[in-house]
């Protein structure tokens, strides 16, 4: 490893790169009866008109000066209780305006002027596509008006917006639409009143020329809520599977949480540039486009998957984060791990749950655990930030949602029914903190939690180290199981964790040795053991012969988990556990124990030929009809390059990709009969229906096809896979076959791998989803010359760096998921990375931030690299005027 000299005096100094504790939370001052906003809507000069009715909260001081936030924003007019004040009144900088001494209740009229045009940032007003729309979470409010922008500070809005009428004919808020009417010069205007009590991050405001699709869902106690979706009109045949979602995510959240929707309308409106994924304003969500329009020619079942569980995430927020909101950003995981934790549930009832299961696990394991062992490494609950919008991270939402399961383990289903019962009536209209969230849970079942707070609390993936003994005499099979936490930023010591450790025992015979009952809820079964100490001892009497032990069955908790397993115990637990989701992990630790010996001869050269046990396991798993097609089309893909690289010391990119991409080959030739043959009996024509079964089979097939094509790529002068795949190509009626063909072409060097991308491109140029795809594909391929192509693309007239999606699909796609080309050993990708988080700051810094995370961890890395890779950190670090969000990321990872 390389020592850092002082990179301090290196960084620039931003002022405002201010850091907050959550330990210095103190409660508002002021509380806000209620709200009137008035909105002017102009391109470049919207005029915001607010009056908002203040009083002072129960134990403040009576000097206590009322503190509003407010960035952007040109102050017009400022009157308190009718009369304007006196500038000797109020300070006012780049992000507050105090007033001093305003009295125990009063009225607040505040005039600003903002330019929609100019917010490239996309939070706050802004316009996208020629449509005026709002993104207020976390502190976007501020850029509209002066506001106490903090979650705790709860109100009812009335919203007037007046626009144009030609060009925006749909005026959208939150609520119910009280009136509406006409003014002179060919302006209209819409009311809005939402009865509910909302923070200023859960508002919104849209107005476009939108087209709308309407649907009705009948609540459990009878009330039609009438449901709309709003996007451009050429996407307007793009609704349905929205709209089926919404009402299938009303149904569930009825069926299982009890949870009933209270609004006569609920509102969605697919949006082009957006920096997140969709968000939760009460009545009113705002969806990036990507996230919600989908037809069978222009999306794959990845996106109808997408949609269906994010349609799910916001809906289920109108519980777990509007009605009950958090008290500050530090809570985050309050609404979000939670609501993560409800949307996989969904997902998992309405399609495979081991398959979903498979797919959380995956990305906790390649993303999660990553940033968990490295500089950006927080607990789910930070405690301190510079940024909060650096914050919206794999550990708040996927770990968090992780230890909400556990709490679900640990407490079984009916129990943690009883404390969300119990947390949703005791919180109902107010703002709390995740312990608010933990004491329900304890107090619905009396029972005691405190050490299970530490998830809360502490940073980093606790690791297990199990040792086991069989007493053959005895008939006794004991386990010792001892959990370490390692270090990271901040915290050195950690104290143990409560882990809910699901456990079962095989026999020689793959029946299970412990139990006669059905494992299906693990949370009653007798086999999940309760980890709280540093080392802890179980013993299992009447064990008939010496076991196979299936550990951590369904991804109980999320740690590491060390196993003397052999590779022969590992194959059979492939071939024989009963729980589905260890069954695949068994397999994804048989390769990668096979993988990470290769990793380590990669240099000296050496191809070794592959284990015979592999393949065999592999094949009976292709072969296997009882099987789940999408489970077997799961089990039989290599551990990824991302995962496999948090199994080593130090990252070797070349040998990782190397050896996978061997290994590959090796499948591909040794079963090669048997890749041609289950493609053949699941290339069946049938009419694209979005269910889990018609999904498993085309992913089965283009799992099968991925690997045919290894084939041609090896032996040039044949073509009869690439026939096949262009065949696919051409005539597949779904974007899930053509985009696998596509893809599958787009990582082999030959000559119709530009012919596919042209085609493709011509064919659907005018839709701009389909569009990101084409640039998201190119820019993941690993064929040399990866760089040369991104940024010839970046001049592509369809390119825009001001488009959060496209900034994602190329530039972030090239960073994170084509790591041979991102980490070449001349530093080319990193300086090229450097180059555009620079530009990108200047426009929208949360994008830029979240790209140059792709550097954070250089430490993992070879010496040379590590130097190559701190000098582009350093650079961006340097420059003047960075953003809060990029200062952060880049400081962090330079210290940690
Ligand atoms: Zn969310």
Request: hydrophobic letters at 40%.
């Amino acid at each position: 490893m390389t020592e850092l000299e002082k990179t301090d005096a290196k960084l620039s100094q931003s002022a405002s790169a201010k850091m907050i504790y959550l330990s210095e939370y103190k409660k508002p001052d002021y509380q806000l009866d209620s709200v009137e906003l008035r909105f002017e809507l102009h391109e470049t000069r919207t005029r915001v008109y607010s009056r908002l009715a203040f009083r002072r909260a129960p134990g403040a001081k009576t000097q206590a000066p009322l503190k509003l936030d407010g960035s952007h924003l040109e102050l017009q007019v400022l009157k308190l209780n009718g009369e304007t004040l006196a500038p000797d009144r109020y300070a006012l900088d780049d992000d507050q305006l105090v007033i001093e001494n305003p009295g125990q209740s009063f009225d607040l009229e505040v005039e600003t002027q903002i330019n929609p045009q100019a917010n490239t940032a996309l939070e706050g007003l802004y316009l996208s596509s020629g449509m005026f729309c709002t993104q207020c979470e976390a502190q976007g409010f501020r850029r509209i008006t002066y506001f106490p922008d903090r979650p705790d500070v709860m109100s009812r809005y009335t919203v007037t917006v007046v626009a144009d009428k030609q060009k925006y004919p749909i005026l959208l808020s939150n609520g119910n639409k009280l009136e509406a009417g006409e003014l002179d010069n060919g302006r209209h205007w819409v009311k809005w009143q939402d009865p509910s009590l909302k923070p200023s991050y859960l508002f919104a405001l849209v107005a476009g020329d939108l087209a709308c699709q309407e649907d009705s869902f009948t609540t459990m106690s009878g009330r039609e809520v009438k449901l709309q979706l709003f996007t451009e009109a050429e996407n307007i045949h793009k609704c349905d599977h929205a709209l089926m979602s919404l009402k299938q995510a009303m149904k569930w959240d009825e069926d299982t949480y009890g949870r009933e929707y209270e609004l006569d309308i609920y509102m969605i409106v697919a949006v082009n540039d957006f920096n997140m994924g969709a968000m939760e304003n009460k009545g009113l969500n705002v969806f990036n486009a990507s996230c919600v329009l989908a037809s069978p020619e222009t999306a794959t079942d990845q996106d109808y998957y997408r949609i269906q569980s994010i349609i799910a995430h916001e809906y289920f927020h109108n519980w777990s984060g509007n009605r009950v909101t958090c008290r500050d950003w530090f809570q985050l995981s309050l609404k979000e791990g939670f609501t993560v934790f409800r949307d996989q549930d969904f997902s998992a009832d309405l399609n495979s749950p081991a398959v979903q299961r498979i797919d959380d696990v995956n990305v906790l394991r390649a993303h999660q655990f990553a940033e968990d062992s490295g500089p950006m490494a927080h607990p789910i609950r930070p405690d301190h930030y510079i940024e909060i919008s650096n914050f919206y991270t794999v550990t708040v939402y996927n770990k968090g949602a992780e230890v909400v399961r556990m709490l679900c383990h640990i407490l079984g289903r009916e129990g943690f029914r009883k404390g969300t019962d119990l947390y949703f009536s005791r919180h109902d209209g107010q703002a709390v903190t995740t312990d608010d969230f933990v004491k329900a849970m304890e107090d619905a079942n009396d029972v005691e939690l405190a050490q299970f707070r530490n998830w809360y609390s502490q940073a980093g993936t606790p690791e297990l180290v199990v040792d086991e003994n069989y007493d053959a005499d005895a008939r006794t099979y004991s386990l010792t199981i001892r959990q370490y936490c390692p270090p990271t930023p901040g915290q050195v010591d950690k104290k143990p964790f409560h882990i809910p450790l699901a456990i079962g025992l095989l026999g020689s015979n793959g029946k299970e040795l412990l139990s006669t009952q059905e494992n299906t809820n693990i949370a009653k079964s007798e086999h999940m053991l309760a980890l709280t100490k540093p080392e802890q001892h179980w013993s299992f009497s009447g064990v008939e012969e010496k076991p196979m032990l299936s550990l951590g069955r369904g991804f109980s908790a999320p740690v590491k988990m060390s196993l003397s397993h052999s590779d022969e115990a590992l194959a059979f637990m492939f071939a024989h556990d009963t729980d589905e989701f260890n069954r695949w992990d068994a397999g994804q630790q048989l390769a990668i124990k096979i993988m990470l010996k290769r990793i380590d001869d990669y240099s000296a050269g050496e191809a070794l030929p592959l284990e015979p046990m592999f393949i065999e396991a592999y094949r009976s798993t292709l072969n296997n009809r009882t099987l789940d097609k999408a489970l077997v089309a799961q089990a039989l893909s290599l551990p990824s390059e991302s995962y496999l690289a948090d199994q080593c010391e130090i990252v070797d990119v070349d040998a990782i990709h190397g050896v996978r991409q061997f290994m590959r080959q090796q499948l591909a030739e040794a079963l090669a009969d048997d890749w041609l043959r289950v493609y053949e009996e699941n290339n069946v024509k049938i009419a694209y229906h979005f269910n889990a079964q018609d999904m498993a089979q085309r992913s089965l097939k283009n799992l099968c096809l991925s690997y045919l094509m290894e084939l041609d790529s090896l032996d040039q002068s044949k073509a009869e896979h690439r026939q096949r795949c262009l065949r696919q190509f051409q005539q597949g009626d779904n974007m899930t076959d053509v985009l696998a063909a596509l893809s599958i072409f787009n990582q082999h060097a030959m000559p119709e791998r530009q012919q596919v991308l042209d085609a493709f491109y011509n064919k659907w140029q005018h839709d701009r989803q389909v569009v990101e795809k084409w640039f998201a594909i190119q820019a993941a391929s690993s064929l040399a010359g990866a760089l040369k192509r991104v940024r010839a693309l970046m001049q592509h007239p369809a390119f825009s760096i001001k488009n959060p999606n496209l900034a994602r699909s190329l530039i972030g796609r090239f960073c994170a998921a084509n790591s041979v080309n991102f980490h070449l050993s001349d530093g080319s990708g990193y300086r090229f990375l450097a180059e555009q988080v620079l530009a990108l700051d200047e426009l929208n810094p949360q994008i830029a931030a979240r790209l140059l995370q792709s550097l954070s961890r250089w430490r993992r890395f070879d010496p040379a690299r590590q130097i190559l890779m701190r000098e582009q950190l350093e650079r961006v670090a340097g420059h003047k005027g960075l953003s809060k969000d990029v200062y952060e990321i880049a400081s962090r990872s330079l210290e940690g």
